[in-house]
């Protein structure tokens, strides 16, 4: 009896989930700036993962001219399957 193999990583389609995930990444930086984290960069693990984000919500300003003191931290731990799932 022989063993069975694991797929490699282009069988399983986990290279293309990576491509999409940090083509996603990116654009959550160029859009949040400062305020979107990638959690993964704090791992001292330096080991391949599903996106991990932290995105810190604020409203772009109100019509009255009023500042707004509100905030909303949202993180987000994807599965290592997104986009497709």
């Not at 001292?44 to 500042?67: S, Y």
């Not at 909303?72 to 599965?79: D, G």
Request: hydrophobic share 30%; net charge negative; charged share 25%.
């Amino acid at each position: 009896m022989s063993a069975r193999q694991q797929p490699t990583p282009a069988e399983d389609g986990t290279e293309e989930h990576t491509v999409q995930q940090e083509n996603e990444l990116e654009a959550l930086a160029s859009i949040f700036g400062e305020d979107f984290q990638d959690l993964r960069n704090k791992d001292p693990w330096k080991v391949k993962r599903a996106p991990e984000v932290h995105l810190c919500l604020r409203p772009n300003g109100l019509n009255t001219g009023q500042e707004s003191h509100v905030t909303v931290e949202l993180q987000v731990k994807c599965p290592p399957t997104y986009p497709d799932v």
